[in-house]
């Protein structure tokens, strides 16, 4: 029997709404399945604690967190506060600090979730973005100097590593391998990018010749966002630098409706520390308290933290309630629908009670 410690990490906005309701349906699994059982700690770090203490999280928030088996989290950032403080004072720590380098971002279009696409609906867009989570664009090195002054100077410098990008690489081949389709597309930008870029590219080369039963090709990233939006069964696994997957993750999740049924994992594959599993809604002031957010992407998410778990039947049952219960149109405004998120929420759990998958 697994009895699992879970982190959970609300933070702002509708996070707390939409992790509450996810851990009500992580309660409701572990009755109907009975194996196994969750122990779930709170943390309410974020931008309220900010504001009383100065800081996103305690300073020994890593260590608090290190002996969970995973780290369920909310959304992070606030209107009166820079968001380059939350960002960087909560969500990107955890990422690094316990080097969860794979990001992956599953997307498809729900049973009864209207694409923006014309004509397109489940089965058209079922892809895996794989976003290198550790270095790139978001590595943290640079500054600033000569401030307010006509002379100011800003750099921001990607840093790519060798180790960073085979192991990413490695990452996204094997994830396509598992995957029926066997195909992966590496995005790149090494026309305009000549240094890290073409390194990247370089090193993709290698890797594949290590999985011959995986199909590749490669896209620039302004390509990338034409051939998802023209050709989006053209796409299965795809992988990208931390800044373009970021971007991309964010397309593919309004292609498959809205942002509020997009999930993600941020993974330590060498499980040497827990992994972290979040929305990628973020924390949507405007429809905060109003009982209205989306909590599919949270589920799903779910979904994910559990098959990471080693829990797959419980990911299994869970994903097809969310998808019985989308079809069946008990869905939230941003997607069409009426319901509130009790709705929703409660709709999945009766699911998840009657269902005999």
Known sequence: MGNYRIAAIPAD??????????????????????DFSFVVSRFDWGSDYYRKHGSMMPADGL????????????????????DHITLWGLRLPICQG?????????????????????????????????????EGEYSGHGGRSHKSMPEEVATEVAVFTRAGVAR?????FSLAQSRPRRHLTVV??????????????????????????VSWDRMLVDAMTVRMALRPESLDTIVATNLHADILSDLAGAL?????????????????????????????????????????????TACQMLEHLGEVA???????????????????????GTATTRDVTRAVIEEIRVSNA
């Open 63 to 82: 260590e608090r967190l290190k002996s969970h088996d995973a780290i369920f989290f909310g959304a992070v950032g606030a209107p009166d506060i820079p």
């Open 188 to 213: 790149t930008k090494s026309n305009a990018q000549r240094f890290g870029m073409v390194m990247w590219d370089e090193i993709a080369a290698e890797v594949a010749e290590e999985y011959p039963d």
């Open 98 to 134: 316990f080097d969860q380098y794979a990001n992956v971002r599953p997307t498809r279009i729900l049973p009864g979730v209207s694409s923006p696409l014309r004509d397109r609906g489940p089965g058209d867009l079922d892809w895996v973005i794989i976003r290198e989570n550790s």
């Open 13 to 34: 906005g509708i996070g707390p709404e939409t992790i509450d309701a996810g851990l009500e349906v992580l309660e409701a699994l572990s009755r109907r399945e009975t």
């Open 168 to 172: 990413i690489m490695r990452y996204a």
């Open 256 to 300: 498959s409706g809205s942002l509020g049924v997009a999930p993600t994992a941020n993974i330590d594959p060498e499980r040497r520390f827990p992994s972290m599993f979040e929305p990628i809604h973020g924390s949507a002031f405007d429809i905060t308290g109003k009982g209205i957010a989306n909590p599919v992407a949270t589920f799903w």
């Open 314 to 336: 419980a990911s299994t049952r869970l994903m097809a309630a969310l998808e019985t219960v989308c079809a069946a149109g008990v869905l939230t405004p941003d997607v069409g």
